[in-house]
Each structure stands twice: as C-alpha cells, then as structure tokens.
C-alpha cells in the first residue's frame, strides 16, 4: 500500500514499504505526477525534503526564489540556501521536526544562489504513516519582505478605492488617488485625462516637494505633452492603451522627448529615475493615464510596482467612467425636469384663458345661455380641472427632479387635513357609486408639516383608490403612533401582483400600458407622493393582494 499511508493532499510522496528502520531517505520515492502541475503553475514556493534537509523536489517559484533553475533544487540541501551563521540552528531544529505533529515556522535568513539574500519565513510539516515513522517534510517558503509589500499593496488600493468611492467629482477621486500614491509608491504623479475632443488634460499633480508639484503644473500650462508628438510617451501608452515600464530612464530621455528649452529644463529638473505609465481605461477605451515616477528616493521599479499602478489604473478608470456616466444621466434628468416643467407652464397659461371664458358663459356676463348650454359648459370646466390637475402633477414631479421643491412648514390640525382632502375627492367618489370611509383622531391633534404638500399625497392616493376600485369601500384613517402620525389608504378594488408592487412609485409607471389602459393618469400620482412624503422627512409603503384591494401607508413624523 504505497499511497495509503500518507496524507491526500497536493504533496503526495509514495513511499515503499521500510525494508529496514534505517532506511529513511532512500525510501522516499517522489513521483513526479502527482504534484507536478502544481509545481509549475503554483505561485508559492514550496519543497519537499527528505527528513534531512535534502530536496527531493520544489516548485517554480521556490526555485525562482532559491535563485536556481528548477532541475537543480534536486538533492541540494536546504541548509545551504540560509545564512552560514543560521545553518547549524537550522540543523538542530529538523532534528526536533522527525517527532513533531504540528506545522512550525520558522524565520531565517535566506541566500539565494542568485540574487540578494532576504528576510524569510519557512514554514515545515513532517508527514508520518499511520505507524508514526517520517516519510519526508513539506516546506512552504515566503520572502517576508515581498509578503510586506504585498500587504502594503492591499492596504494601498484599498485606501484609494475608499478615495474615489467617496465622491462623485472624479477630478477631486484622482486628485486623492496621485495623493495617496505620493510618496508611498512614486516621487511624483501626473494624471492625464483624454478630452471628448481628443486633447490631453492634466487633471491631477502632485509631487513629494512642492518645487517639483509647481513644475508639474508649469508643464501643463506649457502643454507638454503634445498628443501629436510621435516621441511623447504619454501619448503612446494613450494611443496603444499599452502599459509602459522604465526602470531606469537615461539622463538623456529628456532631450529625447522635447525640444522645447522649458520643457527641458523642466524635465531635467524633475530628474526621473524610474517611470512607469499605466492607461486609465473605461469599457476597453483609454481614457487618461496614471504616469508614476522615481526622482530624489531613487527606488527603482519593476514588475511588482507596475501591477501595483495597473490595478490602481483599474480602480480609476472605473471611477471616471462611473462619474461620467453619473453627470450624463444627470445631465439628460434635468433636461427631461426643465421640458416637463416649460411644457407644464405652457399648458397652465391657455388653460386658464378656457376656464375664464367658460366661466363668462356659464354665468351669462356675455349674453343668456340655456340649461343644456350649461350643462354642457359644466363639462367643459370639469374636463379642465382635471387637465390642470395633470399638469400640476408634472409641474410638482419636474420640481422635485430639479431639488426646486420647497417645503413650508406649519402646525397643521390631523382632522382638518384629512376633512381638506375627502371634500375634493368625495365628488369622485359618490360619482363611481363607492362608500368612504374615515376615521380621524378629534380637532385639536396636530402636526407640523406642509399642508398643500400632505394634501396632495392624500390626494393622490386617494384618487388612485376611486379610480382602481368599482365596488366597495374606500377608507382613510389617520391615527396618532407614537411621534408619527401614520395616513392609511385602503380599497377594495382591483389590487396590484407581488412585481408590479416593485415599480409602482416609478415614475411614469403603470401596471396597465397605456394603449390598454381604461382609466387615465400620467403614472406619476405614486412617484410624486412618495417624494413628496420623503421630502417632508416621512415615507408612503404599499401592500396589496390582486382581486381583493391596496393598503398606501403614509408614515409622517411631526406629531405633536
Ligand atoms: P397613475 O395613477 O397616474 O397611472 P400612479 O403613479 O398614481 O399613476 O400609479 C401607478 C400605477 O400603480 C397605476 O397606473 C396603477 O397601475 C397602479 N396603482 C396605483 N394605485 C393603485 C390602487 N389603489 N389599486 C390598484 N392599482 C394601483
């Protein structure tokens, strides 16, 4: 049973049966399979030893970071891949390794063939058979240092995810986002934006001494860099959408890049060392770009930084894309709010020239009319009333949309509203042959609000309920729950399904499309109210069951 005895998992060692108890290392049969695709692809750095320290096999990236091709970490000893002075302790500790259970870590200098020696941790398990004999040791190895940065990194695009959630003005997001990178990750950032017509904004600079975040500036007013300048490599990575990484730029780059004496000097003064440019991009277009430099700290940069800005590119582009698509859709609301509201006014002003002379006829200024006449004149101001109802309706709607909606506040008697209201719906109500019912707390209780504005939200939902129900009872109660006063409207009408109960307080919403619809309506009664109720510091809710009726809550604060 070569397998059984040792543990399922990724470093899977066959190990033949003991032929004698001294047999230890030459027992230990790797195979290769079953943990090879591991060893290529994994990202960390792992080995397996015999139980003294001899490498039996390693992964990439434990080779990479022992500074060795991979073939040769075959029967090197781990030992000679740590500080001298560390080697003898580390002996002594894998001794103590053959009878532990538990997985110990240890910290150790570490040399690589290749490379500079660096601070790491080794993290080993020994793998026993059920007999409790050692079969080999597992090692996972990590450079401190990188796992540093790397949390460094994390805390890093954290910090600038927080700055661009923050704010919807994305100029003030990346103005943040070249803060935070100044001086944790460059001695300097310069955020460019691509403008709708193709020019190339600075929008951001800053640098670690104000002299140079002064430079920085001067150098967008000198308009430097040129999007039409083939040499610009700002404009490159804007024009390929190609990340860019200089680890080391040569002195002379400046006068590779301008002609310009300013821009020279100016450049030369900045003095880069290492640059890095990253394109800000949205939905696959570039849209700006993130330049990262090295000057006076002379950290040099390279893969690892170049992820680093790559993923706060991601973070930015997304943020400026977010942002724009906020201020389009803002934009395009408020031209929809001012054309409901020019529209809206347009229609006030002949509407009320039709009343004024339906009014003059009605009562015979202008000459005798018969009672068919007026009659019929009574019809025309109804139909006028009602029209000047919709519009009042769009006009509140594209006031709320535009924040113009102001709230005046006054003591307001509960009874008297609610009596306010039923007057102007009863006509409706005894029209459609319904009964309504209402409970009121006495005169004298009171609340603080709006008046017109609470009028209307009961207004509308009671309208809604007349013009949703053909039989039964509609009934508004209005009771005192502790500093809320709670409006309820009930019917007995056609009632509303679970999903249309989602979209109701949409705006411009109906469950009934109009080319089918036979009741009117501007699908806006339910939005409005419920803004309406928000912008007074309350809310409306609705519950409902189909064929048996609607509930509309209107929970005010303000009780007195
Ligand atoms: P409108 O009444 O002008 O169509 P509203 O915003 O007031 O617009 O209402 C949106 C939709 O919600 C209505 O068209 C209707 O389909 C549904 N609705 C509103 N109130 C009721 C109710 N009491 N009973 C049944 N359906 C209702």
Request: net charge negative; charged share 25%.
């Amino acid at each position: 049973m070569p397998d059984a005895d040792f543990p399922r998992d990724v470093f899977r060692v066959t190990a033949e049966p003991r032929s004698s108890p001294s047999a230890g290392v030459s027992e230990l049969h790797l195979r290769p399979s079953a943990y090879r695709e591991l060893f290529e692809y994994a990202s960390d750095a792992y080995l397996i030893t015999d139980e003294s320290g001899v490498i039996r096999a390693g992964s990439q990236a434990a080779a990479a970071l022992l500074g060795v091709p991979c073939h040769a970490l075959e029967d090197s000893s781990l030992a000679l891949f740590l500080d001298r002075d560390a080697q003898r302790d580390f002996i002594g500790k894998l001794s103590a390794l053959r009878n532990a259970h538990a997985r110990s870590r240890w910290l150790f200098r570490i040399c690589p063939r290749n490379g500079a020696p660096f601070d790491g941790s080794l993290t080993a398990t020994a793998v026993h058979r059920p007999d409790g004999s050692l079969v080999g040791l597992r090692w996972e190895i990590h450079d401190i240092a990188a796992e540093h940065h790397l949390e460094e990194a994390q805390h890093f695009l954290g910090e600038a995810s927080r700055a661009l959630a923050g704010t919807h003005d994305y100029y003030e997001g990346l103005a943040t986002l070249a803060q935070l990178a100044v001086p944790q990750i460059a001695d300097y950032c310069l955020i460019h934006e691509v403008e709708e017509s193709g020019h190339i904004k600075q929008v951001s600079a800053t640098a670690a001494s104000s002299e140079k975040e002064f430079m920085l500036r001067e150098l967008a007013q000198l308009k430097f860099p040129d999007p039409a300048d083939p040499r610009s490599l700002l404009a490159n990575v804007l024009r390929t959408g190609e990340p860019v990484l200089f680890e080391a730029l040569p002195p002379e780059m400046a006068a590779s890049v301008t002609a310009e004496p300013r821009v020279l000097e100016i450049l030369e003064a900045l003095a880069p060392k290492s640059l890095i440019i990253v394109p800000l991009k949205a939905r696959g277009v570039t849209i700006g770009a993130i330049s990262l430099a090295t000057s006076e700290s002379g950290r040099v940069y390279g893969e690892h930084e170049l992820e680093l800005a790559e993923e706060l590119a991601l973070r930015g582009g997304m943020a400026i894309d977010n942002a724009r698509l906020h201020l389009t859709a803002e934009k395009a609301s408020l031209a929809k709010s001012n054309f409901l509201a020019a529209m809206s006014h347009e229609l006030r002003t002949p509407l009320s020239a039709i009343f004024g002379y339906a009014e003059l006829l009605h009562d015979e200024i202008v000459g005798p009319v018969n009672a068919v006449q007026k009659e019929q004149l009574g019809r025309i101001r109804a139909s006028g009333e009602h029209l000047l109802e919709l519009v009042e309706e769009i006009l509140t709607f594209a006031r709320m949309e535009s924040r113009q909606e102001r709230v005046y506040p006054e003591d307001v008697d509960v009874a008297e509203l609610v009596d306010s209201a039923c007057v102007l719906m009863e006509p409706l109500v005894l029209k459609k042959g319904l009964r309504l019912k209402v409970h009121a707390p006495d005169a004298g209780v009171r609340m603080e609000t709006d008046r017109s504005k609470m009028r209307q939200i009961l207004c509308n939902l009671l309208g809604n309920a007349v013009k949703f129900t053909d039989h039964g009872t509609i009934e508004l109660v209005a009771r005192l729950d502790g500093g809320r006063t709670v409006f309820e409207v009930t019917d007995t009408g056609i009632g509303i399904s679970r999903d249309d109960l989602d979209h109701v307080f949409d705006p411009f919403w109906q469950v009934e499309q109009s080319a089918t619809r036979r009741v009117g309506g501007t699908g806006l009664g339910l939005s409005v109210a419920r803004q309406l109720a928000r912008l007074l510091g309350g809310d409306v809710i609705a519950e409902s069951t189909v064929g048996q009726g609607s509930r509309f809550v209107v929970l005010m604060p303000g009780a007195k």
